[in-house]
């Protein structure tokens, strides 16, 4: 790996940035124990001492280590440079550094720049009523909480596409740096137009350990890492050591290097020189994990241990001898120096801070901004003859990491642009953690005044349950909409455009949307319009309503005809048609939903349609059979309050399924026209005996079908050449 010697610091500038970080330090040190004596004004008492000790002390140092340095280059060059923290379990870093700058007490007015504020900001830490403990939404300039590890390479190259002055600092751990996630997204790389986007500089920060144990990429030697790490297209450079002032010297040499490289980079394909790819810039930080807190308690080793994950000192309130280690531990770095008794940070601190939106808890980006127009597919790879439609600074991009894909939208939402994720409907399970995350953020983030509210997440799932016709089972799985409804009502909406003209409405509803996370789903095969672009519109945003062509009940059904999805939908349509053909006198509703969240109470989501109005559709007294895209029990899961509950009867996707044609995934399932016909005579009262024939003849359909299916391998010509009849 490639190391500098240079020493570009004067012994002052080492000396300035040594004390701002034992500033940075001291600040996190004290969030995490501090309740009371902020400045050490008195000797430590046990009362002093949060009574539940909680944090993680362990990545923290480093992460201040690097937000000094940051600062300096910043300052130095005018970057617009945001930090993204996969270890985001380091918040006290990021609180100690932007109340240091002045971007916290910005944004936190009560929490301010001096003695009382020091106070506020160590007291309200993990402590209730106060902040979370780790890069959360409350944090200014943070655009990622790294709550969950492994996001935060997607998510930092996500913000730095389009954004072509953008340079982003991403700390990657070397715990968080084992998932699969963050082990794919380093490929990010491939998909960059260093003319039209901006940069990333990765920093594996290989402070040996996890939790509990030792991390991977610490433990292979650097030449094995640096294989690694070049074969991923990147160009590591090693910062290692466990005494500040090398380091600090070679952090800043270092950076740098790293950051003319970027620049050089940049400048030759911004002049026209052909995008050929070469290796970005990182850096490899190899320092003690807690360093500069305890080295050894109770008789181990604490220090450059994972020991130091958490919290070091564990029984301060109870052992006099751990509160001793706290207090020269504190004192350690010498706060009488680095604040003034006002609890100011003096000047010589603040004189490393960037001016107004270059510091990082203040950057623009962190917080929504500009819209970008979109176009054609990224690639800035080897491209081949046979090649179709790569082209560098395309605005659609693949790869096949739904991790990574995920994790770009939401770098890109999360800094102000717009997007879709296009996906497998099965698997977008793959990201069901990451949707977690990014729905609490946009919870949290709602509440929060000083927030820009952000384009919506949206899905458009298109590879769909009932079109696997390729693949099978394994593709097979609809439950998604069943995980996003679990999360907050005010943050989710779903919607199944049963065609091409509401999946445009839709899409468009969606795009001017913010801070939702829009789950669409609507299948790529050729499906009819069953409405015009006009039509559409009313019905989505209606959405869900009654279907007057395909009704014949004047007002009183004798059942109600219920679809959502567009299979679902074609599938019940051609049951109104058999009906009418087979029991002319029998009164059908038709009722198409498009928002699924209209069926919940008004109480429960705000797109739930009100009581009076869901009756008068669905009738309290009527059977409504109900053909739904997938699993059945959502629908009786949003409805159970509504009061034609019971006689709510749902067909949907209840796991059945192989390789076979799309007509014999409905049969296998019991939701075929057939079948729905078959529902509709046993439901409505009176029916059976009087429609025994017709029901005999929807049971011998099915079984001709199923005997025409294994013979041919297709459908019947009556059923893939249906359309529904021209008024
Ligand atoms: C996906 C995931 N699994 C497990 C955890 C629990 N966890 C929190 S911190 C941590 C260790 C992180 O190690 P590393 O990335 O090396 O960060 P460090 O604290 O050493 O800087 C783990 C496993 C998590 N947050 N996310
Ligand atoms: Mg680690």
Redo the contacts with the bound molecule.
């Keep these: 790996m490639l190391e500098l010697s240079e020493k570009p610091l004067s012994p002052e500038e080492v000396a300035a940035l040594n004390a701002y970080w034992r500033a940075a330090n001291y600040l996190s040190v004290g969030q995490i124990y501090l309740l009371d004596n902020a400045m050490l004004t008195e000797p430590l008492q046990p009362e002093h001492v949060k009574p539940r000790l909680l944090g ?1 002390w ?2 923290t140092p ?1 992460l201040n280590l690097l937000y000094a340095h940051l600062n300096r280059v910043i300052r130095q060059r005018d970057l617009n440079l945001m930090y993204v923290i ?2 985001g ?2 918040g006290p870093a990021i609180a100690a550094n932007t109340w240091l700058e002045g971007s916290y007490s910005e944004t936190y007015p009560a929490v301010s720049r001096d003695a009382e504020g020091m106070e506020r900001l160590f007291r309200q830490f993990s402590f209730p009523g106060g902040i979370p403990s780790h890069v959360a939404p409350e944090l200014p300039g943070s655009i990622h909480e790294g ?4 996001y935060s390479l997607s998510h930092a190259y996500g913000a730095v596409l389009d954004n072509p002055d953008l340079l982003v600092a991403c700390v ?6 084992e ?1 699969g996630p963050l082990a794919a997204s380093w490929h990010s790389n491939k998909f960059l137009d260093p003319r039209t986007d901006g940069a990333v500089l990765p920093i594996l ?1 290989l ?1 040996g ?3 509990a144990n030792p ?1 991977v990429l610490a433990r292979i030697g650097d030449d094995e890492l640096t294989k690694l790490l070049e074969g991923y297209g990147y160009r590591p450079y090693l910062v290692a050591g466990d005494e500040p002032e090398p380091v600090h010297q070679q952090l800043a040499a270092t950076l740098d290097r790293v950051l003319a490289e970027i620049v050089e980079i940049q400048q030759e394909v911004r002049a026209g020189s052909p995008a050929t790819r070469r290796p970005w810039p990182m850096i490899v930080l190899r320092t003690p ?1 807690g360093w500069t807190g305890p080295h050894e308690v109770d008789g181990v080793q604490v220090e450059g241990t994972w020991r130091a ?1 958490q919290v070091p000192l564990a029984g301060v309130r109870t052992s006099a001898h751990h509160l001793e280690l706290l207090e020269q531990w504190l004192r350690s770095y010498r706060p009488d120096e680095l604040f003034d008794e006002a609890g100011r940070p003096r000047q010589q601190l603040l004189a490393q801070v960037p001016d107004g939106p270059r510091r990082m808890g203040s950057n623009p980006h962190s917080n929504g901004d500009a819209i970008y127009e979109v176009s054609g597919k990224a690639w800035n790879a080897d491209v081949l003859p046979v090649d179709e439609h790569l082209q560098l600074g395309g605005r659609v991009m693949e790869i096949l990491s739904e991790h990574t894909c995920q994790g770009w939208l939401e770098g890109y939402l999360l800094t102000g642009r717009h997007g879709w994720f296009s996906c497998y409907e099965a698997f977008v399970h793959l990201v069901d ?1 990451m949707v977690n995350q990014h729905a609490k953020w946009l919870k949290v983030t709602r509440a929060l005044r000083w927030r820009q509210p952000i384009p919506s997440l949206n899905y458009l799932l298109t590879s769909h349950v009932w079109r696997q016709d390729h693949n099978g089972f394994s593709h097979q799985d609809p439950g998604f909409i069943d995980h996003v409804v679990n999360k907050k009502a005010d943050v989710i909406r779903v919607y199944l455009p049963p065609d091409t003209n509401t999946l445009l409405s839709v899409a468009d509803h969606c795009l001017r949307s913010r801070h939702y996370i829009n789950v669409v789903v609507a299948g790529k095969q050729p499906q009819p319009n069953w409405l015009d672009v006009e039509a559409a519109a009313l019905h989505c945003a209606r959405g869900l309503g009654i279907w007057d062509w395909a009704s014949n009940d004047d007002g009183d059904p004798d059942v109600v005809l219920a679809c959502a999805g567009d299979v679902p939908t074609m599938e019940a349509l051609a049951a109104v048609e058999l009906l009418r053909q087979y029991l002319p006198d029998l009164k059908v509703r038709f009722v198409n939903v498009v928002d699924l969240m209209r069926l919940q109470p008004a109480s429960e989501h705000p797109h739930g349609l009100p009581d009076p109005e869901y009756d008068a559709i669905f009738t309290t007294d009527r059977p409504v059979i109900f053909a739904y895209h997938g699993y059945p029990w959502l629908i009786h899961r949003l409805t159970y309050r509504r009061a034609g509950h019971d006689q709510l009867h749902v067909r949907g996707y209840k796991e059945e399924g192989t390789t076979t044609t799309p007509f014999d995934m409905l049969v296998m399932n019991d939701m075929d026209r057939y079948h729905l016909v078959m529902d509709v005579i046993d439901r409505v009262p009176g029916l059976a005996r009087r429609a025994a024939t017709v029901r005999q003849e929807m049971v011998d359909r099915r079984v001709r079908h199923r005997e025409y299916v294994r013979r041919t391998g297709e459908d019947l010509p009556e059923v893939r050449d249906w359309r529904w009849p021209s008024p």
């Design positions: 993680h362990g990545t480093g996969g270890p379990h380091g709550g969950e590890l492994g990657i751990g070397d715990g968080e740096a998932t920060h402070n350990y996890k939790i991390a994990k994950h953690s």
